[in-house]
């Protein structure tokens, strides 16, 4: 009879102690949300401006992501940019995810997030655009983005590092000021633990779009509302508000 309790007590304690172990899926997702190309509001492409000088760009960015649990995966960011000679872009990020992961068996908190990009303007004009819009003041860019992207301790001995690459477009309306803007692009981000455990790298599709209003109470402040929607099961949608601020010469 005691032996029979006993093979009844571990046949019901098995399908909580499953619940409880993680998965490489469940990690790998912990591992893509972490850093900023997926944690933070998505940013635009930097408009053309003048060859005659170099810009610095500041900005703060702060959102919210659905993660692999349903929970919200709150993260704020600062970052700086440098405008080469009034086109393509070099720019650093620094943040924190602020975060409760909420599956079972896995530690996860909030912790620090880096990222560094770079974006280069391939074509920029406006006559297809200014037609389709019947707006001669319309002008469109079109851009290549390269990123990468860190984040320590996302879960217990799990680092996250991301790669991206994606096709920046831009769409602005230059009569008036401010400036409405809308942006998308799609693109690529591989995922992969660096310097600790964890899955195999894993790539994953998404597309970022949004608008924006620029030069707001002067020249040089901007400030977009921006999504991003990942095309894996359980990663939800991103939103936030991206402010910048160009330092003229």
Known sequence: MRRACLLLACALSAPSRAHAQAT?????????????????????????????????????????????????????????????????????????????????????????????????????GGALMAGLLRDNSTTSTVGLEFGGGYAPNVAHDLNSCTIDTGLPIAIAKRRQRPRLTAFVKPGMVWDFSCGSSGPGTRKSYFTDFGLGLQQIAGRGLDVYLGAQKVFRARTGLAAGLTITYLRLP
């Open 24 to 124: 490489d899926e469940d990690l790998e997702l912990l591992r893509l949300l972490a850093t900023p190309i997926t944690a933070l509001p998505p940013l635009p492409l930097q408009m053309p401006a003048s060859r005659n000088h170099s810009y610095i760009i500041v900005r703060l960015q702060s959102g919210f992501r659905d993660g692999p649990s349903g929970r919200q995966m709150h993260a704020t960011a600062v970052g700086i940019d440098y405008q080469i000679l009034g086109g393509s872009v070099v720019g650093l990020t620094g943040g924190f995810q602020n975060r409760d992961c909420g599956i079972s068996g896995v530690e996860c908190g909030s912790h620090p997030l880096f990222g560094a990009r770079a974006q280069v303007n391939l074509i920029t």
